[in-house]
């Protein structure tokens, strides 16, 4: 599988949105408006801040990302999740990879080798379609089924985190272990 190589982090640091994703079982099938936030953190390691809405609460979970291979120029990260999020206790690492990025890093398709993630991310909430389709084409080149791609829902209006009901209890989360 092909990754980017010599990817400029500072550059992609920020929000992104999803804009498509495989499903997943740590994630609310209800959930829209779903977001990534990173920030870089002294130690050149980032802060990952990933965020949905469902039945109006903000669900989300902080990780941190870091290269797989801090010699090697591939876009190859591990991100690090402590799970429960409501009690964080239990590290869950998994693999992001950067398999694309624009050159004005505005949008990007990130995998994983066993092809059981996918996501098509964009700096806004919205992405043209004909660059869409160029994503998934990307992916489908890569090998990933880009049939079970499911498209993320954005409200209008982007909902702002500190204004939100969050959900403490972590409800959407154990929600999502059944699938719901």
Known sequence: M?????????????????????P???QPKNGID???TYTLNPDQTVHVLNETWSDGKRGFIEGTAFKADPKSDEAKLKVRFYVPPFLPIIPVVGDYWVLF???????????????????????KSRLDEEIYNQLVEKA??????????????????????????????????IKSIFGK
Not at 106 to 112: C, E, P, S, T, W
Not at 115 to 121: A, G, M, P, T, V
Not at 152 to 165: K, L, N, R, Y
Request: glycine share 4%; hydrophobic share 30%.
């Open 2 to 22: 092909e990754v980017v190589k010599n990817l400029d982090v500072e550059r992609y640091m920020g929000r992104w949105y999803e804009i498509a994703s495989f």
């Open 24 to 26: 997943s079982t740590f």
């Open 34 to 36: 779903t977001r990534a």
């Open 101 to 123: 990025i624009d050159p004005d890093y505005q949008y990007a398709v990130i995998g994983q080798p066993s092809r059981k993630y996918l996501w098509i991310l964009s700096r």
């Open 140 to 173: 489908k080149e890569e090998g990933y089924d880009v049939n079970k791609l499911h498209r993320t829902q954005h409200s209008e209006t982007a909902p702002e985190s500190d204004s939100a009901v969050s959900d403490t209890r972590g409800i959407w989360w």
